[in-house]
């Protein structure tokens, strides 16, 4: 993959206009030799110190093939901590992803800070990067906020209902069953996921529905982290009736099912936050 093109001082250049010669001669303050040659070696220092508007706004294919190589990136990351392939607590180390997807270990920490700021990833300073690893409070924060936010999103998906949405969330449905009839466990784990980020996205918030996917992916680390069995943990049979809701426009029922499901998800889970005595004693005595 070819490195960024960087901008020459010429190109900053050119895409300026000079209006000095537009103005008279009296009006023209000339500096003096001294002057002319200082501000000749600050432009040959920081020739692009002051880029133009078309410089700025204008992107090249080069910027656009350096976002889509970035997108591919996070998204297979992505999905791996989805499948439970990279488990919480997983370091990523720069310079292997690097050389795994053939990009420079800048485009990688790239990709890391921005999962980063979606809570995905843990930066430790001097330490690098790993898969978040969340803690009991933390994963009681997740469901605190689902609960909030998914009977929201579905009041607003019932408003705008098509019967297109409802036949995607029964194809997406369709993919989740297929996969646990193969008895896919990663495949059973992500598309459980995808079923609540399709129905955001569905929605039609934008914002709610990039926070939809945070939190999807914050409860597939915490399924993991805290032994939840996935066939009890997110049930196919809820999301159906879920879906069965939603075509009838029953807006009271699928809410009630939706805040029933994320009850028997965060019931399923291992969230005992009480710290056991160990008696160190005994553990050295044998």
């Known amino acids: 993959m070819s490195s960024d093109p960087t901008i020459s001082a010429l190109d900053a250049l050119s895409a300026g206009v000079s209006t000095i010669g537009a103005l008279p001669a009296s009006s023209v303050r000339r500096p003096d030799a001294r002057k002319r040659r200082a501000t000749d070696r600050l432009a ?52 292997r992803l690097a050389e795994i997807f053939g990009v420079s270990r800048a485009r990688v920490r790239e990709v890391l800070a921005r999962m980063a700021h979606e809570h995905i990833v843990e930066l430790v300073p ?50 989740e069953m297929d996969a646990r009839r193969r008895d896919d466990k990663r495949a059973i784990v992500r598309l459980s996921g995808e079923f609540h980020t399709v129905l955001a996205d569905l929605a039609g918030n934008s914002a709610l529905s990039r926070s ?45 099912l939706m805040l ?16 056991e005595q160990v008696d160190l004693a005994a553990i050295f005595r044998s």
């Open 44 to 95: 040959t220092l920081n020739p692009t110190a002051m880029p133009t508007k078309r410089s700025r706004t204008i992107a090249s294919p080069a910027h656009l093939e350096r976002e889509t190589g970035m997108d591919d990136i996070y998204e297979k990351i992505y999905v791996a901590i989805l499948e439970h392939r990279l488990h919480p607590g997983t370091k990523l180390v720069e310079e």
């Open 126 to 175: 001097q330490r690098g990067a790993y898969v978040a690893r969340p803690s009991i409070e933390q994963a009681m924060d997740v469901f605190e906020a689902r609960r909030l936010i998914e009977p929201a999103l579905l009041r607003r998906l019932i408003e705008t209902l098509t019967p297109e949405k409802v036949a995607r969330l029964r194809q997406q449905h369709e993919l």
């Open 212 to 256: 939809m996917r945070e939190l999807s992916t914050l409860t597939c680390l915490v399924i993991f982290l805290y032994d939840a069995p996935t066939a009890t943990s997110c049930r196919a049979d809820e999301h159906s009736q879920i879906i069965e809701a939603i075509a009838k426009r029953d807006v009271a029922r699928a809410e009630k």
């Open 260 to 275: 029933e499901h994320l009850d028997h998800i965060e019931g399923s889970l291992k969230l005992d936050s009480t710290t």
